[in-house]
């Protein structure tokens, strides 16, 4: 990760959360945009808002050539618009560093 980004997905879900309960896109330095959302709303564990570490969380926006191969689709659809719901959180740590870390939030 780069600069003061966070370094994990839980210190990301720490501090991108919305006044809504919704987390902004994580950005990454190559430019992929990704939902990262945890909460009593979302395919994350535990299922409660704001918990100090959550081992499984949802993904969103990741396209099919994006996302690794080991991510099961929760939501069929557009390949734009899957869903992924509890995926392990050491295999979201990896993905942003595989597209230069977090950069940045949309």
């Known amino acids: 990760m780069f600069g003061t980004s966070p370094s994990t997905t839980n210190e990301w879900l720490k501090t991108s959360r919305c006044k809504d309960g919704w987390h902004r896109l994580a950005v ?4 992929l945009a990704v939902s990262i959302q945890a909460g009593k709303y979302f395919g994350s564990f535990p299922k409660e808002d704001g918990a100090n570490y959550y081992s499984h969380v949802e993904i969103g926006g990741v396209r099919d050539e994006d996302a690794p191969s080991y991510f099961r689709p929760f939501r069929q659809g557009s390949p734009e618009h899957r869903i992924y ?6 295999l979201v740590d990896a993905m942003p560093a595989e ?7 949309a």
């Open 28 to 31: 990454c330095d190559d430019g």
């Open 85 to 90: 719901w509890m995926v392990p959180i050491h």
């Open 99 to 105: 597209h230069g870390g977090i950069v940045g939030r």
